[in-house]
Each structure stands twice: as C-alpha cells, then as structure tokens.
C-alpha cells in the first residue's frame, strides 16, 4: 500500500525558510521520480519542483526558480524541499507525489507565509 507523508511546514515570516519532508513507502521510491506540488485555497493544484529517480536532474516552476530546491535520499525513501526567500503567495498546502502524480494524495503539509 502506497503512502506518502508529508511534514515540516508550519508559520513562517516572508524572507524566511522551511524544508518539508515527504517519506514514501509501498513502491519502488529509488526508481521513481519525484514531485511537490502546492495547492493555495481555491486554486488548482500545480506541481512546484520534480527531481528524476536518482536525483540528477531538477526542474522548478518560474514561481519558485532560485529559491527552492528539491532533493531526495532515497536510502531513507524521502524526498526534501527547501524553501528559502518565502513569499506570501507561498502559502498553500503542499504535497508530494511520482512526477506524474500516480498516487493517491498524502494528508499535505500546510505552509503558510505572512508578510
């Protein structure tokens, strides 16, 4: 059974920084690349950052360019991102998931970033 369980987001002031969690269990983590994604309240979901199955390759959306970096240690199944330079339209509930979003959500990681 797949879960994805997602941590470490929390109150935070804009300039700020967080590095959220995300540890994966019931697939094959080391051979699957991985995503976050982030959802603001009434917004769609947009993936935020991806990194291939050996961590080698990164791509990050404009929004997030510079000041997020995803990363993963696939000896411990959990997949990492560290947000420095937060901004208020950071704040959204964030998720991770394959990079096609294969899976079920997780519970989320809540973020929120106060100016």
């Known amino acids: 059974q797949v879960q994805l369980v997602e941590s470490g987001g929390g109150l935070e002031q804009a300039g700020g920084s967080l590095r959220l969690s995300c540890y994966a269990t019931?697939?094959?983590?080391?051979?699957?690349?991985m995503g976050w994604y982030r959802q603001a309240p009434g917004r769609q979901r947009e993936l935020v950052a991806t990194?291939?199955?050996?961590?080698?390759?990164?791509n990050y959306a404009d929004s997030v360019k510079g000041r997020f970096t995803i990363s993963r240690d696939n000896a411990k199944n959990t997949v990492f991102l560290q947000m420095n330079s937060l901004k208020p339209e950071d704040t959204a509930a964030y998720y991770c998931n394959t990079r096609f979003s294969d899976f079920k959500w997780g519970q989320g990681t809540q973020v929120t970033v106060s100016s």
């Open positions: 019931g697939f094959a983590f080391g051979l699957t690349g």
């Open positions: 990194i291939t199955s050996g961590g080698a390759t990164t």
